[in-house]
């Protein structure tokens, strides 16, 4: 099953984002099937867990790939809200990977200009 985002509406303290599922057809002349998924963010969950807005529809992504491989049961996920327990899973495993990445090192710049330079720093008074 091929998962496609759809965008999102914005309710009060909530987004609810909608995905389409389509499984793929057999043959040529066969009509695809279509199944329509919404999942619900609370807002203010996303804030307590430092996860960006635009890391939304990737959550949500995972969710529905996770739900959908373990069991077969798409009507769970037809209208599902987004936990507590979704959030923390997802934020512990994204702060494992930037953990995992090497430290940033900051190029080491010379300021004082070289001695053979023909660049000489003022001489103070």
């Known amino acids: 099953m ?15 984002y909608r995905f389409q599922g389509v499984i793929p057809r057999d043959r040529i002349t066969s009509k695809s099937t279509h199944l329509d998924f919404s999942l619900c963010a609370d807002m203010a969950l996303l804030a307590k867990y430092n996860i960006r807005f635009q890391d ?10 996770g739900g959908l491989s373990h069991d077969d049961s798409a009507v769970q996920f037809s209208s599902y809200t ?3 327990a979704d959030l923390c899973t997802y934020s512990s495993a994204k702060s494992a990977v930037e953990a995992a990445k090497p430290p940033r090192r900051r190029p ?11 660049l ?5 008074r």
């Open 82 to 84: 987004v936990t507590s």
């Open 2 to 16: 091929q998962l496609l985002y759809l965008g999102f509406v914005q309710e009060a303290n909530s987004r609810r």
């Open 56 to 65: 939304c529809p990737a959550l949500c992504l995972e969710i529905l790939a």
């Open 108 to 118: 080491r710049i010379q300021y004082k200009p070289a001695d053979s330079s023909q």
């Open 120 to 124: 000489k720093w003022p001489t103070l």
